[in-house]
RNA sequence: GAUGCAGACCGUUCUAUCGCUGUGCAUUUUUAAUGCAAAGAGGAAAGUCCGGGCAACAAAGAGCACCAUACUUCUUAACCGGAAGAUAUUCGAAAGAAUAUAGUAAUGUAAUAGAAAAUAACCGUCCCGUUCAAACGGGAUAAGGGUGGAAAGGUGGGGUAAGAGCCUACCAGUAUUGCAAGUGAUUGUAAUAGCUGUACAUCUUAUGGGUUGAAAGACCAUGUAUACCAACAUUUAAGAAUUGCUCGUUCGUUGUUGGGGGGUAGGUCGCUUGAGUCUUUUGGCAACAAAAGACCUAGAUAAAUGAUAGAACUUCUUUUUAUAAGUUGACAGAACCCGGCUUACAGGUCUGCUUCCUUU
RNA sequence: GACCCCGUAGUUUAAUGGAUAAAAUUCCGGAUUCCGGUUCCGGGGCUGUGGGUUCGAUUCCCGCCGGGGUCG
């Protein structure tokens, strides 16, 4: 069975390291699609995946920890269930990214509306990939 | 049956599929992956307002200062907590609720208004003198007087030039003493003292308080600025540190030798068996305590505890009058751990009591 | 997570427990000017919020709300 088709989210495929979370805001691209801006870059790891992300919710707009962590697992079941677009398009490039998700919207979207979104930015993200290079 | 008051408790559940976190077991290609198993947010996890445990700092010492607390008895590891009471005031028809309460030896303040805000004479009343009188001057007097939050205990009688606790009867309060009740705050009662405004602050007394907080701290790996320590030589003195001050104590400038390890980015421990949870019994009005038995019940780190579908329960709406359809799911998310307090909260359950109505 | 500070006109700051809360500036209206600027006059406030102490609170005490900061 291919690894990749499986609906699994373990810690190697979630940003964890402070550094590389820094090295994606400080030197990374970025781009905005509602209700998420996208930051990411291309990095150099051993993890066996071909991509690390990350979500981040400000504290600034949810002052609520309970929406917070509502946002942040919404967005990352969306992810799990359709990060395999991304990861075709990544092993058929051979490139590894790491990118970042903030969360800017003021309200708190239902789950269908962030998976319909965040599927958009997959394709975007592996189709940015290719004109860089 | 309705109504309110007080207290205690619960605060969505189940199934399927796909996932997440650490743990145990098994397998493999043994650094890792896969499979199976049993677990995986709260009554407030929140605010960080108190109190402790735990850890580091031994020049963390003594005195003063400073801060906190302040009716009584109990409770506790401890407390600005809790329980049961005491006194006063306010709210309520009641059940009940809220707030305040160490001491008075001393000192200060009370704007405006008002004669006066505390060893009170502006008007008034009374007496005396000057004087025809009006008026003026000297005294006595707290019975009356626009105020004010607060006005010198209240009423009757005596007394007096006029008055006054000046004297007396009754009443209200205060203080002291005796007796009775209570562990005690205090209460009741009797006697004595003419002793009698209120509030706040300073002050006094008693008790407690070393400082910093898990980003504490310990270890591993990496690794090498010259932080720090010791010895010896040199220098003699200003100064620096320790808690705000004083005392006390310690350090001191440069060089050599030896020890030692800064920053950066990681990992492991600290980390969950604890003043633990549940049940029963006993003691106590209660908070709570004791005994016996059973149990192990989150441990993440850009941070797990979720998503989808269906069913039940619940909220609301419509149709209808017992069904159908749609809709809603309170406040809110562990970050070292406990005991409280405070604040937020859809809805529900139980117990005791108040008042009203009905039936017997 | 632990700790600390602040909240008064639109903005920046004042005000010892005591009269209708002060000043600068901005804004609005008016005067002056042919018009604008300058100048002059006037207007604009739930002292964050809810309680308590007090005769009286911006000030003192307590609880909330909001904002900001420090510590790797």
Do not use: C
């Amino acid at each position: 069975m291919n690894k990749s088709l499986r609906h699994t989210l373990t810690k190697k495929e979630r940003l964890h390291r402070k550094k590389l979370i820094d090295k994606v805001f400080a030197q990374g691209e970025s781009f905005h699609l509602y209700p998420f801006k996208v930051a990411w870059i291309k990095a150099d790891f051993n993890t066996g995946y071909n991509a690390q992300f990350g979500i981040s919710v400000s504290k600034k707009i949810f002052k609520k920890a309970v929406d917070r962590n509502l946002l942040k697992r919404r967005s990352r079941e969306a992810y799990r269930l359709n990060k395999h677009i991304l990861y075709n398009e990544l092993n058929l490039q051979n490139k590894k990214i790491a990118f970042m998700l903030i969360y800017i919207s003021k309200e708190i979207l239902p789950f269908e509306v962030i998976e319909s979104k965040i599927i958009l930015i997959l394709r975007r993200l592996s189709k940015l990939d290719e004109k860089s290079t």
